[in-house]
């Protein structure tokens, strides 16, 4: 029996796997190929730090890839200016991510291999649906989450750091330079959010269907657009138990994530600054993840913090730490970085935010705590009983095998491919 086709319009090449949405591309595509019988086609934009010359480490899965064209500062700004500023049609990322060109060998593409099916990565790909709106694929928007939602989060933060982020690498310099100034900052944040929502009902209306990882957000979208949203969570490789060895540094606490994100820079600055000096006990944190020198440079002073920076293997550092302590200052859909460290069978301290589309209880699987004192009040209690900490980290390790392993989320993609 022939194989069918996939086309996956996708923002960044997903290997190696360094992140939690390159992780969710990866596997999503290897499922698919492996579970659905598709052949898997590619077509790329390349992130800060990518070349040409990385499709040759492409998973085997993956049949083929073509990378988009780089967009010129004159499109840049051309579609910023029509598309954003004055017809409020498109988000900021949507104006950095499109040009005619790119539409065009989209839409060429697919008249050449004439895929089955087409998948677009997040919001910010989902304006090239008209290169492909005459085929008769079945079309998927994976949103992921909901964007907007993290917007709305980050508006009211507490803290908040620069929100160009990974598009820093396709604003042009005077704008970066522009969006430091906290009430501009604050003006297209605003912005952003307005036209985000706008977009996600717009193009949600047009795709056959839309995925995200949270129950969460496919009620809310489904609340808007009846029936188009599904949900298919973010799955992991739960560590194999052989794996869970050692024993864990006494007082010492763990936190993962890409410091060149800005929703893990303030969070870390929240936790370093509001939450370690409530806790009474004498830890350290160990922060685990990619971190720029100037976030080193800024925590010099505190000898209790530790940046091992990215690392090879995680296990060995997470499992190090007596307690995973993980709030989520904002964000939206389902954290891996939550996932994992219960694979690891690692206690978790997390708040709301940090918890949402997790099927956990508080004080089952995790514990939820919300503000910066109950927080560390959690995390000396956890200290002081650590038997009790140990017995729930196992259930949530369970809750994980159980529920988020890929393999059954695989199950989930039934829904489009037969």
Same mark, same amino acid.
């Given at each position: ?14 290997? #190696?796997?360094?992140?939690g ?14 579970k ?16 040409e ?11 083929? $890839? ?24 498109? #988000? ?23 895929p ?48 160009? /982020? ?13 969006? +430091?100034?906290?009430? $501009? ?44 949203? $599904? ?8 560590? #194999? ?10 007082n ?11 929703? +893990? ?11 370690? #000096? ?26 209790n ?26 964000g ?18 997390? +708040?709301?935010?940090?918890?949402? /589309? ?11 705590? +919300?503000?910066?004192?109950?927080? =560390? ?11 009790? =900490?140990?017995?729930v ?10 529920k ?6 695989y ?8």
């Amino acid at each position: 029996m022939k194989n069918k086709k996939l086309l996956f319009v996708t923002t960044r090449l997903f290997w #190696p796997t360094d992140s939690g949405r390159k992780l969710s591309l990866y596997y999503y595509c290897k499922g698919i190929h492996e579970k659905y019988n598709c052949d898997i086609y590619i077509y790329s934009f390349l992130e800060s730090g990518q070349t040409e010359e990385d499709i040759e480490e492409k998973p085997e899965f993956i049949k083929e $890839v073509r990378l988009a064209d780089s967009i010129s500062k004159r499109e840049k700004i051309h579609n910023l200016l029509l598309k954003t500023m004055l017809s409020r049609k498109w #988000p900021i990322q949507c104006s950095l991510y499109f040009s005619e060109q790119n539409a065009e060998h989209i839409k060429k593409y697919c008249d050449e291999i004439q895929p089955d099916y087409i998948f677009t990565d997040m919001i910010r790909t989902s304006m090239y649906y008209d290169s492909f709106k005459h085929t008769q694929a079945l079309k998927v928007l994976d949103m992921d989450d909901l964007l907007s939602a993290r917007y709305e989060r980050q508006l009211h933060a507490q803290y908040k750091s620069n929100i160009s /982020g990974q598009y820093a690498g396709k604003l042009p310099g005077f704008i970066i330079k522009l969006i +430091n100034n906290q009430i $501009v900052r604050n003006a297209i944040l605003k912005l952003e959010r307005n036209l985000t929502v706008k977009a996600e009902i717009h193009y949600s209306k047009l795709y056959d269907k839309v995925i995200f990882v949270s129950d969460v957000e496919t009620a809310y979208l489904n609340s808007k657009v009846p029936g188009k949203a $599904v949900t298919i969570p973010v799955g992991i490789n739960t560590v #194999p138990e052989i794996e869970l060895t050692g024993e864990p540094e006494g007082n010492l606490l763990s936190y993962v994530g890409n410091l060149k994100v800005a929703a +893990n820079v303030d969070t870390l600055h929240w936790i370093i600054s509001d939450i370690l #000096p409530k806790i009474q006990h004498d830890v350290r944190f160990m922060v685990i993840g990619k971190c720029p020198d100037d976030i080193r440079s800024k925590y010099k002073d505190k000898s209790n913090i530790i940046f091992t920076g990215r690392v090879d293997n995680l296990v060995e550092y997470v499992r190090k730490s007596q307690i995973f302590l993980s709030p989520i200052l904002y964000g939206t859909g389902i954290k891996t970085k939550i996932l994992e460290a219960m694979s690891m069978e690692v206690p978790v301290v997390t +708040n709301d935010i940090g918890a949402e /589309g997790i099927m956990a209880r508080d004080g089952k699987e995790l514990w939820i705590r +919300n503000d910066s004192a109950t927080i =560390a009040e959690q995390v000396d209690y956890l200290l002081d009983h650590y038997d009790e =900490a140990v017995s729930v980290a196992e259930v949530g390790r369970e809750l994980v095998e159980k529920k988020y392993e890929w393999n059954n989320i695989y199950k989930e993609f039934g829904k489009f491919f037969k």
